[in-house]
């Protein structure tokens, strides 16, 4: 009778053990799924921005955003035992109104791409802006002189053609053309006439005449941004209509017309023909620009083409506006100044005859000159200076010499119509390569798109977000992909990160500014300087080293973040539900379900608690299963092992050794653990161990009291570790595995045997070794969590090695903090090896 009861007690037992286990497994499956539909999400966020410049494809990402954002909504409560059901509801609401808002988005149609103010033209907008309006937004949010104006897309244009019929008429047209038949200037001719003739659509006509007004009503030129202008194996420069001071709104539309037009000249046709490109290519921008009230006006080559070597620019100057330079339709001035020296300037004064200035009502006139002025210089010599200087800043942020319209008004004030890399051949390459700049960063990947320059501002952890920035433009350099950096991105200029990915929260907040991202690139930290003038050139991945002649230049005002201005306002209310992240501080008050405002945050906000959930999940395992779980020897922390699938060989015992652990994380921790010289067992260099040991007797508080058993949870990637050494709590967490975007290494360490103000100089004393390995870190009293995320396989075990060997150096450590240097010390020598900490004197 007695052995049948026991027997069924500890069929009973098997059965309860079994079951702990299961569903301890189910929860680290959902964990991992949890994980993975965290990075799915972060990826389709990024395609959404993207789809919604482009209106492409939008109502599906939606979908498959919306079902894998409620996954990962779903996991977290499983995980939690339903602990934050009111995210349910947050989601439901988000779905409910972001597929109302994108019916609606659907319904209005591409209206709102029509027209782009200047300062919001971007690179990545260059498919619909074309290059010459890209450069001029950059230039712009750079703190060049630029006038205001906007650009009209390429989409304006395909439209007003095919909704007046004239694309069919085009086409058939040119026809002959393609065939190698008819005559150029005749085609042209027709279609001019077709163009001039049509109606410009109501929706196009409010976009000019909507964009003048809100630029003033100013008199303004109209010049082409062609796409196939910016084809570096083809130069279509001067072949396109630019019309000046042009002051009315039916001017504006006429001058408009005539642009377009122009796509399809006598010129153009001839050369698309020639250089075997398409006859019917209807992807013409037009930038409106405010005219300058031009003294004199010219071009700037910031590297003489025809002598690149000589080590001097090339300006040419004439009276009145700039048509004449561009021209060559009359004698110029020309200086040659020195780059290193601007007062050293080769001079040639022209006889300047007159000058073209604006007609009063529209249009050009030629302005006569008097003996003096015809004889004078069109510049003077601070002119010439800022010509050189800012020649110089546009070389280095963009990469290559530039060919830069300017023109100067007639308050003696500078401004840039326009600039583009000059294409470059031979000997002028190799001396192009010398002046724009030493690279720093070489290496990594695309973010956020765009150029910018600022001084780097340095940061290694969590802990230094807090300091102030330093004044005028500013460059984030970040260890690894702190989200909690994003608050910062109102202020900043450009990131670089070493440890990343284009689709992690903080690239996602950095594409929403509109702030140039480099993220993957190794070795930044140490390569760029703290408050080293720097430019970021995130499409070609690279950070510059500003020249020292460049720096006197650059200007100090800060970029004017409006992110997506050109979307309209449905769309950026669409935007506004799915891409921004509002919870950027995890450890602060508005961290909560109530603080989700957009998609984006629920994947921040589950991701987060996701990464807690398995902290204390073993204690009931553990008390449940006791017969399923493995005691480790031969390492000198005891803890027990959970196994839940792959981190131990097969048919092992309950008592095993670190050569039966296939669990990679756990392998290398252990590694670190029995790190030779490591003070496990040594009495601890403290002024008074009897203030541990009384202590010790009564020790029944903190997060793990004593007697809860250590435990780790395991897989053959997975690590999850909490166990009380001595007066302490510690915790690892960590994945390390193939897929780097998964990996990561959580830490925590609380606690002490001694007074408050050492335990928190322990804490401080952790920081500093965590920090100096590249950690994200958080300190608030006694507690530290630290961070690294989205780290290489060998990097995480390294780590791993690291904290086994901190978690036997810094037993007991607190009585050792006897002064506010003991941190300092302590921390030097672990980074130095001196695990016995042989040659520190704590009271010296």
């Known amino acids: 009778m007695i052995r049948w009861v026991r027997d069924i007690y500890a069929r009973r037992r098997l059965e309860r053990e079994q079951e702990a286990l299961r569903i301890l497994k189910a929860r680290y499956h959902t964990f991992r799924a949890v994980l993975h539909s965290n990075e799915r999400a972060l990826e389709l966020i990024s395609s959404f921005d993207e789809a919604l410049l482009k209106r492409s494809g939008l109502s599906t990402i939606l979908e498959e955003l919306l079902a894998v954002t409620f996954e990962l909504v779903d996991g977290l409560n499983r995980l939690s035992d339903n602990r934050y059901p009111a995210l349910y509801s947050a989601h439901d609401r988000l779905a409910r109104t972001t597929r109302q808002v994108t019916a609606r988005l659907d319904s209005e149609g591409d209206a709102e791409i029509l027209a782009i103010p200047l300062e919001d033209a971007a690179t990545e907008q260059a498919r619909s802006i074309g290059g010459k309006a890209a450069f001029l937004g950059e230039m712009i949010r750079s703190g060049m002189p630029v006038p205001p104006g906007f650009v009209m897309t390429s989409l304006a244009c395909r439209r007003f053609l095919e909704r007046s019929g004239l694309d069919e008429s085009i086409l058939r047209i040119l026809r002959p053309l393609d065939a190698g038949a008819g005559d150029p200037s005749a085609a042209a001719r027709e279609i001019r006439a077709l163009i001039n003739a049509a109606q410009v659509p109501d929706d196009i006509r409010s976009a000019l005449a909507d964009h003048w007004r809100a630029i003033g009503s100013p008199p303004v030129s109209v010049r082409s941004s062609a796409l196939v202008e910016d084809n570096p194996a083809h130069s279509f420069a001067g072949q396109f209509t630019s019309v000046l001071n042009v002051c009315s709104e039916d001017a504006l539309i006429q001058a408009y017309k005539d642009v377009v037009a122009s796509n399809f000249g006598a010129r153009p046709l001839t050369y698309r023909r020639q250089a075997g490109l398409p006859l019917d290519d209807f992807s013409m921008a037009a930038i409106v620009q405010t005219m300058v009230d031009a003294r004199a006006a010219g071009v700037l080559f910031t590297l003489n083409p025809s002598d690149p070597e000589n080590g001097r620019m090339l300006l040419s100057a004439v009276r009145g506006l700039g048509t004449q330079a561009v021209g060559g339709s009359s004698p110029a001035d020309v200086f040659q100044p020195l780059r290193d020296d601007p007062a050293d300037v080769l001079s040639i004064i022209a006889d300047k005859e007159g000058g073209e200035v604006p007609a009063e009502g529209g249009g050009l006139t030629m302005a006569t000159l008097s003996e003096q002025e015809r004889a004078e210089p069109a510049l003077i010599h601070n002119e010439i200076s800022a010509l050189l200087r800012w020649g110089l ?452």
């Open 393 to 844: 800043l546009a070389e280095v942020l963009f990469g290559a010499p530039q060919d830069m319209e300017w023109a100067v008004d007639q308050n003696g004030d500078l401004f840039f119509l326009q600039s583009r890399s000059i294409r470059l051949q031979g000997k002028a390459i190799r001396a192009a390569r010398r002046i724009t700049g030493e690279k720093l960063v070489a290496d990594g990947v695309c973010a956020a798109s765009g150029r910018a320059f600022g001084k780097a501002r340095v940061l290694r952890d969590a802990d230094n977000l807090t300091k102030p920035l330093p004044e005028g433009p500013v460059v984030l350099v970040l260890h690894q992909s702190l989200v909690d950096a994003a608050q910062l991105m109102p202020r900043l200029e450009g990131v670089v990160v070493e440890l990343g990915n284009p689709t992690d929260h903080l690239s996602c907040v950095a594409r929403e500014y509109g702030v140039p991202m480099i993220t993957g690139a190794p070795g930044a930290v140490d390569a760029i300087p703290e408050g080293e003038l720097v430019i970021v050139d995130a499409d070609d991945h690279v950070v510059t080293r500003v020249p020292p002649d460049v720096v006197a230049s650059m200007p100090q005002r800060k970029r004017e973040h409006a992110p997506h201005a050109s979307l309209s306002a449905r769309a950026r209310e669409l935007r506004d539900l799915i891409v921004p992240l509002n919870l950027t501080d995890a450890y602060g008050p508005t961290f909560s379900i109530s603080e989700c405002r957009s998609l984006h945050d629920i994947v921040r906000f589950c991701h987060e608690k996701t990464l807690l959930s398995l902290f204390h999940a073993g204690d009931e395992a553990v008390e449940e299963a006791d017969s399923l779980v493995h005691w480790l020897d031969d390492v000198p922390l005891q803890f027990l092992i959970i196994d839940l699938g792959g981190g131990l060989a097969p048919d092992v015992g309950r008592r095993i050794s670190v050569r039966d652990v296939l669990s990679a994380p756990l392998q290398a921790l252990c590694e670190g653990m029995n790190t030779p010289g490591l003070r496990w067992r040594a009495a601890p260099p403290v002024l008074s161990v009897s203030e541990l040991m009384s202590r010790s007797m009564i020790d029944g508080g903190g997060e793990r009291p004593l007697g809860n058993q250590n435990y780790a949870l395991i897989t053959r990637d997975y690590l999850n570790l909490n166990a009380r050494v001595d007066f302490h709590f510690a915790m690892v967490d960590s994945v390390c595995g193939p897929n780097q975007q998964e990996n990561f290494v959580r830490f925590r360490f609380k606690g002490g045997g001694t007074a408050a103000v050492q335990r928190e100089r322990r804490a401080e004393f952790i920081g500093r070794i965590l920090r100096a390995n590249g950690y994200a870190t958080d300190t608030q009293g006694d507690l530290v969590t630290a961070s690294l995320t989205e780290v290489p396989g060998d990097d995480v075990r390294e780590q791993l090695h690291m904290l086994g060997r901190l978690l036997g150096f810094s037993r007991l450590m607190d009585g050792a903090m006897v002064d506010d240097d003991a941190p300092r010390k302590a921390a030097e020598a672990f980074l130095e090896g001196d695990l016995a900490l042989e040659h520190v004197d704590f009271q010296a």
